[in-house]
């Protein structure tokens, strides 16, 4: 929740995607998972697209997210 809250005032080209994403899966959720359509989540394609928005950019403005394994275990600098 943090990062999305965060995600908000860094990627504001990712909000749109974050809201489309909402409505689809709150939509599935009342229209077919509670009335027993559990065939699968048709909203995975765009949560996808949200979180490649999300990763990339904390990428571009190299944001330090604390606690959290976003980037890969990698974090080493060079010559340490």
């Not at 005032?9 to 027993?36: H, I, M, P």
């Not at 979180?51 to 890969?72: H, L, R, T, Y």
């Amino acid at each position: 929740q943090e990062l999305f809250l965060k995600m908000n005032s860094v990627g504001e080209g990712c909000t749109e995607l974050k809201r489309e994403y909402d409505q689809c899966f709150n939509r599935w959720f009342a229209e077919k998972f509670l009335k027993g359509d559990r065939s699968g989540d048709p909203c995975t394609e765009m949560f996808k697209k949200y979180q490649s928005c999300v990763q990339k950019a904390i990428k571009e403005k190299d944001i330090p997210i604390d606690g959290v394994e976003f980037m890969g275990p990698n974090k080493e600098k060079p010559g340490s």
